[in-house]
C-alpha cells in the first residue's frame, strides 16, 4: 500500500499544475481585464467582468487540454490531440458574442464588445499555451485599435467622403425638414436614406422624428449643423459610438 501512494502523483503540484501554469493563468487575467476595463470605461455590457473571465476560463481550459489527460495516456493505445479543445473555446466563445450583438433603430450594436469577447479568449489560449509574448502583443494591438483607430477614422472621414446615419427629433409644420434639406444641399451633402420614425425620441406633442442617412466630404460635421438649424430639438447619431 506503501508502494501505490508513493507512485500516485502529488494532489498540488503535479504535471501542469506548477508555477509556468499558475503565471499563465495570471497573465490571461490581468490581459484580459486591461481589455474589459476599457469596455467598462466605455459603457458596454460585457466589462471587466465578463472579459476577465473568458480570457482566464480559455486559459484553463487549454491547460487541461495539455495536461488533463497525462493519467490517462497510453503509448499507442491512448492518444489526445490538444488542438480540438482549443477549437471548441472558439466555437463557444462565438455563441456568446452573437448574444452581445443587438440591432436596435435601424443599426447594429455590440459588434466591437463581441469581437473584444473573442479576442479575450484568443488571448487567454495564447497565455494558457505558454505564448506570453503573443499574448501581451495582441493586448497592446487591441488598445492601438481602441484608441488610435477612432481619430484617425474620424481625421479621414472630415477630409474624405464619408456617410452619417442619425435620428433628427424637431417640430412639426414648420418646415424644418425643408430647412434640413437645403442645409445638406448647401454643403452638397447627399441623402441616401430617409425614413420616419414613430417619435422613439420625439415623445411631445407636435414633434416627429425621422432617420436620415447622408454622404460626402465632411460629413462628420453634419450633427453639428443640422443641430443649429430652427426647430430640431435633438439629433442622436447612430454611427459614431464605438460598439
Known amino acids: ?14 504535471p501542469g499544475q506548477g508555477t509556468r501554469q499558475i503565471i499563465e493563468l495570471f497573465v490571461a487575467f490581468g490581459l484580459t481585464a486591461l481589455i474589459g476595463l ?5 459603457g458596454k455590457s460585457a466589462g471587466v467582468r465578463t472579459q476577465t473571465i473568458v480570457g ?14 497525462n493519467d490517462v495516456l497510453q503509448d499507442g493505445l491512448v492518444v489526445v490531440d490538444p488542438s480540438r479543445v482549443a477549437a471548441q473555446i472558439v466555437t463557444g466563445i462565438g ?11 435601424g443599426s447594429v450594436h455590440g459588434l466591437t ?15 494558457g499555451s505558454g505564448l506570453l509574448l503573443l499574448a501581451v502583443t495582441v493586448t497592446a494591438m487591441h488598445f492601438l485599435v481602441v484608441v488610435g483607430f477612432i481619430p484617425l477614422a ?27 434639406l437645403q ?23 407636435g414633434q416627429a422624428g425621422v432617420l436620415l442617412t447622408l ?14 438649424i430652427d426647430g430640431v430639438i435633438g439629433i442622436h447619431q447612430l454611427d459614431d459610438d464605438p460598439d
Open 1 to 14: 500500500m506503501d508502494v501505490l501512494l508513493a507512485a500516485d502523483p502529488p494532489f498540488f503540484g503535479g
Open 38 to 42: 476599457e469596455r467598462e470605461l466605455q
Open 56 to 69: 482566464t476560463a480559455a486559459a484553463l481550459i487549454l491547460l487541461v487540454s495539455k495536461y488533463g489527460f
Open 95 to 105: 455563441f456568446l458574442g452573437a448574444g452581445i450583438i443587438i440591432f436596435r433603430r
Open 113 to 127: 464588445t463581441a469581437a473584444a469577447v473573442w479576442e479575450s479568449a484568443a488571448i487567454g489560449m495564447a497565455a
Open 154 to 180: 474620424r481625421w479621414l472621414t472630415s477630409r474624405l467622403s464619408g456617410s452619417v446615419t442619425m435620428h433628427v427629433s424637431y417640430l412639426q409644420g414648420q418646415g424644418v425638414m425643408t430647412r434640413l
Open 183 to 205: 442645409a445638406c444641399e448647401r454643403r452638397q451633402w447627399q441623402l441616401t436614406d430617409i425614413a420616419n420614425d414613430t417619435a422613439e425620441l420625439a415623445t411631445g406633442a
Open 215 to 228: 454622404g460626402g466630404k465632411g460629413i462628420v460635421n453634419a450633427p453639428m449643423v443640422l443641430a443649429g
